[in-house]
T-cell receptor
Framework: GQNIDQPTEMTATEGAIVQINCTYQ??????LFWYQQHAGEAPTFLSY????GLEEKGRFSSFLSRSKGYSYLLLKELQMKDSASYLC??????????FGPGTRLSVLP | GAVVSQHPSRVICKSGTSVKIECRSL??????MFWYRQFPKQSLMLMAT?????????EQGVEKDKFLINHASLTLSTLTVTSAHPEDSSFYIC????????????FGPGTRLTVL
């Protein structure tokens, strides 16, 4: 099976940088995804990592280390609208996505 | 591209009635569709996976006779909650996938079900 862990809650200040960590245990790793979910809405895709390293997309970056079973999502220049839950999801070969518990991020003025 | 719609967005029903939720991929063919349930302040829990024209695969603990899934075409899947009870009240989200190997899932906007 798969086991995914994320911090439950984080708080940061508008304009700052925040790093949300995700650790996982799986066999047959085939990709890690990050999603953003605002309350009462469906998740929206943010990033995908399958090889080690950093993927950058504007204010959002995601990093993966397969040997450590570790990923992080980095959010720069935080805005109030970034207050949301951030879900880490892992896919293994021949298996469905497994979502982590999610991290609720609160951005304060 | 890769838009998924769900209908209805909200539904309130009486205990004992059945509710059908539709999930449509609007601009792509979804080889696989997924149904998730999400309780407040919790993460998504996969209920079942369905491929067009075949029976759905249910996750452990999900009653297949209570949550009926029909994947009639590459763009439509339906979830019917039969004989709904208050404990079935939840946020139901579907997603579609174009490719099993590398693609992300594209999520619908979700359906808020409240059973009185």
């Amino acid at each position: 099976g798969q086991n995914i862990d994320q911090p439950t809650e984080m708080t940061a200040t508008e304009g700052a940088i925040v790093q949300i960590n995700c650790t996982y245990q799986t066999s047959g790793f085939n990709g890690l995804f990050w999603y953003q979910q605002h309350a009462g809405e469906a998740p929206t895709f943010l990033s995908y990592n399958v090889l080690d390293g950093l993927e950058e997309k504007g204010r959002f970056s995601s990093f993966l280390s397969r040997s450590k079973g570790y990923s992080y999502l980095l959010l720069k220049e935080l805005q109030m609208k970034d207050s949301a839950s951030y879900l880490c999801a892992v896919r293994a070969y021949g298996q469905n996505f497994v979502f982590g518990p999610g991290t609720r991020l609160s951005v304060l003025p | 591209g890769a838009v998924v719609s769900q209908h209805p967005s909200r539904v309130i029903c009486k205990s004992g009635t059945s509710v059908k939720i539709e999930c449509r991929s609007l601009d792509f063919q979804a080889t696989t569709m997924f149904w998730y349930r999400q309780f407040p302040k919790q993460s998504l829990m996969l209920m079942a996976t369905s491929n067009e024209g075949s029976k759905a695969t249910y996750e452990q603990g999900v009653e297949k006779d209570k949550f009926l899934i029909n994947h009639a075409s590459l763009t439509l899947s339906t979830l019917t909650v039969t004989s709904a009870h208050p404990e079935d009240s939840s946020f139901y989200i579907c997603s579609g996938e174009r490719s099993r190997s590398t693609d992300t899932q594209y999520f619908g906007p979700g359906t808020r079900l409240t059973v009185l």
